[in-house]
C-alpha cells in the first residue's frame, strides 16, 4: 500500500531507498545513523564525506552498498528546543526533500524512521503528526511510490494525549464484555475463567432463546415437490440477486462525484488493487480493503454495515480493529492516515494488510 507503519529494523527492509537520521557534519552520529552504516560497511562513510555538510531539514543521497537497498537518503533532522524556533518546519522540510529525492532517482519504494524522535528529543506524538502530513500529501501525487514508516515498537510514537484517550474510552464502552475480560486473563486465574464461562453460557443461552422462538413444526410447512419447482425456484433465486459489492462501489463512486484516483487515495490503496476490485465481480477483497474504501467513501456507520454485508462480512463488536474503525465513522473522521497510526497504536496491526 501507499503509506504503511511497520515494526521492523530498519536496516533490513528491502526497498530502494532507505532514509538516515544524519550528522550534519560526515560524522557517524547516534541511533539510527549508527545502525545504518554499520550495516553498509565502511563505504558509506567513504560516500557521506564526498557530500560534505548537509543543513538541518536538507537531504542527500548516496549508494547503500551492503544494505538491501539502492540508495540511503541522508537527512538532518532539527533538535528540539522548545517549538518556538521552527522545529516542526525544519521537520517537515526533511520529509518533503527526501522524499523529492527518492522520486527524482525513480524508487518504487522508501522506509523512514521516525525523524528526530528519539535523541534529539522531538515530541514523538508532534513527529509522527508530521511524518504522517508530510507523506500523505506526497502520496496524492506520487501514487507509484511505496512509503514505509518504520518503528521497533508502539512505544517508538505516540498519538495525541486526546487522540488516544478518546479512543481509549470509545473502545472500553462498545468492546464486548467477554472480549474485554478475556484480555484481562493472566496466570490461568480460576476466578476469571468462571467468569469467561459464565458469559459464554449466557451468550448460549440467549442465542437457543432465540432460535426456539423462531422455531416452528414442520408438519405446518406445505408439502412440495421438489422436481416440480426446481428449475423455477432456481430463475426466481437468480432474478432476486442484490447489487454486487463491486457493482455497489461504482454506484457509490457516482453518486458522490468521485474519481477513481481519489477513492484508492484516500483508502490508501493501490491503483492496482483498486482496479482488481472494481473490474472483476467475483473478486472477494479483504474485510479490510472494504473497511478502507467505506473510509474513502466517507459512508455513514448505515451504510458501511451495508457495504460490507454486499461483500460478505459485519462491523462486530468483539474486534477492536472493527471498534475504532467504527469510532472513526461516528466522528466523521475520514483520514486514513491518521486511523492506521490509532490501529497500530491499539492493535499493533494496520488496514495495510489488504
Known sequence: MPLSIVRNNITAMQVDAIVNTANPRPLIGDGVDTAIH?????????ARRKIGDIARGKSAITPAFHLPAKYVIHTVGPIWQDGEHGEEATLRSCYDSALALAAEYECESAAFPLISAGTYGFPKALALQTAISAISAFLMSHENLTVYLVVFDRTAYALSEKLFSDVKSYIDENLVDEIRAAEYVTGGSRRQNKLL???????????????????????????????????????????????????????????????????????????????????????????????????????????????LARAGYALTRSSKTDVIVQYFIETENYNIFELEQVLFQFTEKTLINY
Open 197 to 307: 464461562q459464565g458469559l459464554r453460557a449466557e451468550r448460549e443461552w440467549e442465542d437457543n432463546r432465540v432460535c426456539e422462538s423462531a422455531c416452528f413444526d414442520l408438519e405446518d410447512i406445505p408439502d412440495f415437490s421438489y422436481a416440480e419447482n426446481e428449475e423455477r425456484s432456481l430463475e426466481d433465486l437468480l432474478g432476486q440477486l442484490e447489487e454486487s459489492f463491486s457493482e455497489a462501489l461504482v454506484r457509490m463512486i457516482k453518486e458522490r462525484g468521485l474519481k477513481n484516483s481519489q477513492v484508492y487515495t484516500r483508502a490508501n490503496m493501490t491503483r492496482q488493487h483498486f482496479s482488481k476490485i472494481l473490474k472483476n465481480e467475483g473478486y472477494q477483497p479483504k474485510k479490510e480493503a472494504v473497511l478502507a474504501l467505506a473510509i474513502a467513501l466517507k459512508l455513514n456507520l448505515d451504510e458501511t454495515r451495508d457495504f
Open 38 to 46: 554499520m550495516a553498509a560497511g565502511p563505504e558509506l562513510l567513504e
